[in-house]
């Protein structure tokens, strides 16, 4: 006998894509030109404080192939740099 999930599985959605004027749309079109962005660009570019939340969203609801590179600075700091699996 199978044990049902604690969590019914909900059947993914069709997503409406993102409106262009908000962070989403466009970090999702950047992405799409084959840029790559840091959260210090989105921040720059978009006021976008969350950059990793709004990645896990496009992943997660577009199945997008995001790769994430972690770069050092000079400085010794690291970040995540994000584009689109080529």
Do not use: N, Q, W
Request: net charge positive; hydrophobic share 40%.
């Amino acid at each position: 006998m199978a044990l049902k999930p604690l969590i019914p599985r909900l059947e993914t959605p069709v997503a409406k894509e993102p409106a262009p004027e908000s962070a989403t749309g466009g970090i999702l079109h950047l992405l799409r030109c084959g840029e790559s962005i840091t959260p210090l660009e989105a921040l720059d570019r978009f006021g976008c404080l969350r950059l990793g939340g709004i990645i896990f969203h496009l992943r997660r609801t577009y199945g997008l192939p995001i790769v994430t590179k972690i770069v050092e600075h000079e400085s010794g700091k690291r970040f995540a740099r994000y584009s689109l699996e080529k």
